[in-house]
């Protein structure tokens, strides 16, 4: 058990506790990476809950080296020109680009969108957290943390990314009450498959300085409860830990199995349905060859020579 825990433990007896043989016995390989998604709320540990589930994942990870990481974005970062599902009234775009900062990996929030734990795991002692200005991850362990510091700006999603990473080591995904919706995973899927529109997307952020584009920005992922069709193959266990439902889940196998059917004359498989969602709306405009490329930004700031990923 890490000192944190120990520490944690000592100083409040009655605390309750996740332990590292709760998490083996999901069916979490020792020695691979994980990645975390969580729903402390359903947890049902009240305010025990994020030190105990930080506690176990930091012993995880140091017992056999695996490392873990979390997302840690916080697309607020992003230029307010590019929102679209409602966009901003174009007269109040000044006032709502100035109040937009450069991120911070210290200072800069977790995203509300993505529950308390990844805000409380991001801030504890020995995390690291990635740079990117709007997709970084948070990590914990030697391995974990050089991956999310190699975050590369363009495809943040992509080979080169925390995602990749896991996918190359044959890690996991650790699911605490959540489901598909809020599988980052599948988005590395989306970026690699052969008529991959997020590599047709670029988006404008604020960095130091001034704005900058990145391409290979991910879809919504609303759609991605979709892959409950084809993940069976990729569950490597389920259970409760707390009241929670958990399901750990191989990141190679889950990807390959998204792959298969994103490169088999389905390439919008993971897009909500045509008309329901404005930025899947455009994902399937590309498919369709409507339009060459993805822009989330006001049209006078594209650059004339668009990269492409
Ligand atoms: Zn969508």
Redo the contacts with the bound molecule.
Sequence with gaps: MSEHARRVVLTDPGRREITVGQLEALGLRPGRPLLVHTSLRRLGMGRDGAPALFDALAAWSARDGGGVIVPSFSWETEDPAGWIDPPLPRHELPARQAMVGPFDPASTPVHTELGFFPEYFRRQPGVTRGTHPSLAFAGIGDGAAAAVLAQPMHLPFGPESPLGWLYEQSGQVLMVATDLTTMTLLHLAETIAPRSYVRATSRRVRVVGGWAWYHGGP?????FGRAAAIWGPAVAGRGRIGQAEVTAVNARELVDLALARLATGDPAWL??DQG??????R?HSWLRAETDHIWYGDPADIPSAPRQG
């Design positions: 879809s919504c992922g609303k759609a897009l909500c329901t969602c404005p930025c899947c709306d994902a």
